[in-house]
Nanobody, 125 residues
Framework: QVQLQESGGGSVQSGGSLKLSCAASGDTRCMAWFRQGLEKEREGVAAVENDGSTTYSDSVKGRFVISSDDANDTLYLQMNSLTPEDTAVYFC??????????????????????WGQGTQVTVSS
């Protein structure tokens, strides 16, 4: 019913920047970016609500910016000051329809029903 498609991943040196995009049809409720490093569990990175409110994990706060363009049904993740620890596959995700603001801000994977295929981000030293 809902398809998400990430793009914008690639390889950069430490300190560089990348901007990820996610094409997502439908109204934005709670949208988020998750990531999964090699041999690691998937973790929440950032979330944005329909009203524009944002939440960030402590590890990316101050470096990443999540935003959405409702007119084009696109979610973005601007990543700055990248480090090798940011290397991972990044996933775009959409929540269940009536997820509360409080629940959205927890960045729990169980609150998100629709997921993209992921885009690889590799940061070298």
């Amino acid at each position: 019913q809902v398809q998400l498609q990430e793009s914008g991943g690639g390889s950069v040196q430490s300190g560089g920047s990348l901007k990820l995009s996610c094409a997502a049809s439908g109204d934005t409720r709670c949208m988020a970016w998750f990531r999964q490093g090699l041999e690691k569990e998937r973790e929440g990175v950032a979330a944005v609500e329909n009203d524009g409110s944002t939440t960030y994990s402590d590890s990316v706060k101050g470096r990443f910016v999540i935003s959405s363009d409702d007119a084009n049904d696109t979610l973005y993740l601007q990543m700055n000051s990248l480090t090798p620890e940011d290397t991972a596959v990044y996933f775009c995700a959409r929540s269940f329809e009536f997820l509360s603001s409080a629940a959205c801000s927890t960045l729990r994977g169980a609150n998100f029903y629709y997921w993209g295929q992921g885009t690889q981000v590799t940061v070298s030293s």
